[in-house]
């Protein structure tokens, strides 16, 4: 699917009954070419027959962690054992529900499976969820039990400084749960997840669906990183950072060629792609058919938050290979998405948007 078309097919789906003409206003484009879009969007099989009836839509299924985001901004230089004066916010987070929230701003039909406890911070999460788009339908509840909380203090210039999590609940879920969820699983196109999950559970997604759905992980950090080390043949497309890349691979990384090296060591053992966040040096990706790809953005003159940037990041890969982008159109927009997420005080940007990652790339490109 084209830019283009990718733009009439998202008119079409939130307004159905709408003419080719005003299509071609909205896109400031003329009918005839609508129609030619159209045409070829029938040939693909994206829209059936007339009256734009569109084919059941691929969706995307995340099963991971989703919590109660704390974050706190200090105003000034971070005195330890000290209260700071700062900006305190919260909202709903975890990695694999802020990648499911991301790919709902951007119009990816997206479900969630997780573990949530019986407190107020369950109703903040189901709240925020259901208002963004998100299928929460199949999560599970543990009764007596305190949902996920993660707490962040971040310097005055936004990055972190130091962070804090409870995930205890998201290790009461087990595959015996996602069993009796086989068929909303084995349905998705891709399914994305987190290393928080319990091991035997990392190891049965992919056990179990991830021979005909291809999985998306994000290691989360270097502890939970471990934990991919025996699997990560099985795994198709994986996004850490240098630190996580290092516990992975087993290697060292000072510099452009360990980096590639480390890549080399994973993709032989059976991964396919592979993003690893470089922060302001932007993103190296290889896949094992050798392509090689390091890209930045040109970086915001201040940095909101850094929190969300990853899970932006990860959600635009998921979009990108849901609507067929090739792989510089890829890398671009996922660092775009990391930029626009970076620019907003919140873990979520709530502007975020295929129109918001298109003007970022434009300005930063």
């Known amino acids: 699917m084209t830019q283009r078309e990718r733009e009439i097919y998202e008119i079409i789906r939130d307004m159905p009954m709408i003419e080719q003409s005003e299509i071609a206003q909205k896109l400031n484009i003329t009918r005839s070419s609508v129609a030619v879009h159209i045409t070829n969007l029938q040939k693909k099989g994206y829209i059936l027959g007339r009256g734009y009836l569109l084919k059941e839509q691929d969706y995307i299924i995340g099963i991971g962690a989703a919590n109660v985001d ?6 000034k230089s971070i005195i330890l054992r000290d209260s700071n ?6 909202s709903a987070g975890g990695v694999t529900r802020n990648v499911s ?13 997780t573990a949530l406890g019986d407190d107020i911070y369950a109703d903040q999460i189901r709240n925020e969820c259901t208002a963004a788009g998100i299928d929460f339908s199949h999560s599970m509840v543990v009764e007596k039990h305190p949902s996920s ?6 310097d005055e210039s936004g990055d972190m400084f130091v962070a804090m999590s409870d995930m ?11 069993k009796s969820k086989s068929g909303i699983i084995s349905g998705a196109k891709y399914i994305t997840c987190d290393a928080g999950l319990p091991e035997e559970v990392l190891e049965g997604i992919l056990d179990v669906y991830g021979s005909q759905t291809p999985v998306f992980i994000d290691p989360v950090s270097c502890t939970y990183a471990e934990k991919l080390k025996p699997i990560i043949g099985k795994v198709d497309t994986l996004k850490p950072n240098r630190m996580e890349m290092e516990v992975i691979s087993g290697m060292k990384i000072q510099s452009e060629t360990d980096l590639e090296r480390a890549s080399d060591v ?3 053992k059976g991964l396919k792609h592979i993003y690893v966040s470089l922060g302001a040096d932007g993103c190296f990706y290889m896949n094992r058919d050798g392509v090689k790809i390091k890209r930045a953005l040109k970086p915001l003159d201040q940095m909101v938050n850094a929190t969300g940037g990853g899970d932006a990041f990860m959600a635009a890969v998921l979009y990108a290979r849901l609507f067929d982008f090739n792989v510089d159109e890829t890398v671009d927009f996922a660092l775009a998405a990391g930029v626009a997420a970076i620019s907003y005080k ?19 490109k």
């Open 266 to 268: 994973l993709l032989e």
């Open 168 to 178: 205890s609940v998201l290790q009461r879920m087990n595959m015996e749960f996602l």
């Open 149 to 154: 909380t993660y707490i962040s203090i971040l």
């Open 85 to 90: 004066p700062g900006n305190m916010n919260s």
């Open 70 to 75: 704390i974050h706190g901004m200090s105003k």
């Open 101 to 113: 929230e991301n790919l709902a701003r951007l119009g990816a039909p997206v479900r969630l499976i």
């Open 346 to 364: 919140g873990t979520i940007n709530p502007n975020m948007s295929v129109n918001l990652i298109e003007k970022v790339l434009e300005e930063r």
